[in-house]
């Protein structure tokens, strides 16, 4: 009995298959054109909540390093540190090495600002020839070196005025 039982239950399962398979020789085929044809651009009929590429908010980051301490595999590398650019700290630089990113959105979700300022846009043409290009940097290096000058200055002159108040007292 078991044996009947058996094989009526892989032909009807075979039979469910199929009955997907061929409802699909009844309806008009669907056919994306990508990327010249389109009706709409792609990132525009992606779904809410879509994965593309991390991307960084520098303006309303505020240099506290959740997002780093948050990712299991160290994508990302910033530094805050005390300028007279603002107060708070100054983001010096925000790389992420997207080549290692698995898209987990634990960063995201450690973010306090609202909305976050470590987010995930809709790009996905990331293919590059140079892995290295696969470090996204947010600051540009000519910017990294001119934050990093005002924040040794800084440090410098508190040095200078700790100096000088020592000095005063004794
Ligand atoms: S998505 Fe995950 S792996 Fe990628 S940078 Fe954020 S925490 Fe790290
Ligand atoms: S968690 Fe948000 S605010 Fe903090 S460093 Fe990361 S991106 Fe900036």
Redesign the pocket.
């Known amino acids: 009995m078991g044996y009947f039982k058996e094989i009526w239950n892989t032909a009807s399962s075979v039979f469910e298959g199929m009955v997907v398979t061929f409802s699909y020789l009844f309806k008009d085929p669907i056919t994306v054109q990508y990327p010249d044809r389109m009706e709409r651009p792609l990132e525009e009929t992606l779904p809410e909540g879509y994965r593309g590429t991390l991307s ?2 520098i303006e ?9 301490r ?1 990712c299991p595999i160290d994508c ?1 590398d ?1 530094k ?1 540190a005390k300028t007279e650019r603002k107060k708070g700290l100054t ?1 010096i630089y ?1 790389n992420i090495n997207i080549a290692k990113c698995m898209y987990c959105n634990l ?1 995201v979700e ?4 609202k909305p ?3 987010f995930f846009n809709k790009s996905f043409e990331g293919s590059t020839s140079s892995v290295m290009d696969l470090v996204l940097k947010f600051v540009p290096d000519a910017e990294v070196r001119i934050r990093q000058q005002e924040a040794d200055e800084l440090e410098l002159k508190k040095q200078r005025e700790a100096a000088v108040a020592a000095e005063a007292q004794g």
Request: hydrophobic residues 35%; aromatic residues 4%.
């Open positions: 960084v908010d309303t980051c505020t240099s506290c390093g959740n997002c780093m948050a990302i910033l805050g983001l925000f960063c450690a973010c306090p600002t976050s300022s470590i």
